[in-house]
């Protein structure tokens, strides 16, 4: 049995802190993917998609607290965060960058910050194989889905529309 000391999942007095508000986005954007039915959840597309999504859930929340239950309310938020035409990585810097502020002048520890920060730091930094979208049009004919050009990504330009589609089809 733990002692009190031990189970604190405040973070205060040196306990354990659980990144809940993380791992609820997580969720979220997990379910959404496999309610899609896109791609297998074992491969990186996969993962590429759920980081994104979950980062775009995680940071759209300005209040501190997660929809919960209202998460179809938040679907139209997450569609225009992950838009096409939309900035996405700028406003994702921008809300870690905030974030990060925050949590350094409160002196507490960000566990859901950190888990955010090393799913954006993935995604930049992990690169993908994918379909060249920009290929030269009226090229060879493509005979089956793994052939044609394909490019290296980032993997977030490849997750962020997985998870713009995902949320349309849920």
């Given at each position: 049995?733990?002692?009190?000391?031990?189970?604190?999942?405040?973070?205060?007095?040196?306990?354990l802190?659980?990144?809940?508000?993380w791992?609820y986005?997580?969720y979220?954007?997990?379910?959404?993917?496999r309610?899609?039915?896109?791609?297998?959840?074992t491969?990186?597309?996969?993962?590429?998609?759920?980081?994104?999504?979950a980062?775009?859930?995680f940071l759209?929340d300005?209040d501190?607290?997660l929809p919960g239950i209202?998460?179809?309310t938040?679907?139209?938020t997450w569609l225009s965060?992950?838009?096409?035409d939309?900035p996405?990585?700028?406003w994702v810097r921008?809300?870690?960058?905030?974030?990060?502020?925050?949590?350094?002048?409160?002196?507490?520890p960000a566990?859901?910050?950190?888990?955010?920060?090393?799913?954006?730091?993935?995604?930049q930094?992990?690169?993908?194989l994918?379909?060249?979208?920009?290929?030269?049009?009226?090229?060879?004919p493509?005979?089956g889905e793994?052939e044609?050009?394909?490019?290296?990504?980032?993997?977030?330009q490849?997750g962020?529309?997985l998870?713009?589609?995902a949320?349309?089809?849920?």
């Amino acid at each position: 049995m733990l002692d009190e000391e031990q189970g604190n999942t405040d973070g205060a007095d040196g306990g354990l802190t659980v990144p809940m508000a993380w791992l609820y986005a997580e969720y979220i954007a997990d379910e959404l993917l496999r309610t899609g039915d896109l791609m297998p959840p074992t491969s990186f597309e996969f993962r590429a998609g759920r980081d994104a999504l979950a980062l775009t859930v995680f940071l759209s929340d300005t209040d501190g607290e997660l929809p919960g239950i209202r998460v179809v309310t938040q679907l139209e938020t997450w569609l225009s965060l992950t838009a096409y035409d939309q900035p996405w990585q700028e406003w994702v810097r921008e809300r870690l960058a905030e974030l990060g502020a925050g949590a350094a002048s409160s002196g507490r520890p960000a566990p859901d910050l950190e888990l955010a920060e090393e799913a954006w730091r993935w995604l930049q930094e992990t690169e993908l194989l994918a379909p060249d979208l920009n290929a030269v049009p009226g090229g060879a004919p493509v005979v089956g889905e793994d052939e044609g050009p394909k490019v290296w990504t980032p993997a977030w330009q490849l997750g962020l529309p997985l998870g713009h589609l995902a949320i349309h089809l849920f």
